[in-house]
């Protein structure tokens, strides 16, 4: 569910229950590929996200042997 609140001073506040959203798709010879999106306001923490996120992927979704 979102929230977005706009004040009379022109301050937009924006709310997300979920703030991380991932996008899965398979391409051509089973290779996979995704799309991290993560909302929040403090830098370290978002990054920190984006790469336990893509660590798990690259677990989940292993990439085939080129070559």
């Known amino acids: 569910m979102e929230k977005v609140e706009v004040e009379v001073q022109g ?3 924006h709310e997300s229950t979920n703030p991380v959203t991932i996008e ?3 391409g051509q010879k089973g290779s996979y590929g995704w799309s991290i ?3 929040g306001t403090d830098p ?3 990054t920190a ?3 336990n996120a893509d660590a798990e ?3 989940d979704y292993p990439q085939p ?3």
């Open 37 to 39: 999106k993560v909302a």
């Open 65 to 67: 042997e080129t070559g």
């Open 24 to 26: 899965v798709t398979r």
């Open 11 to 13: 301050t937009i506040k």
């Open 49 to 51: 996200q984006i790469k």
């Open 44 to 46: 370290a923490t978002i």
């Open 57 to 59: 992927l690259q677990k």
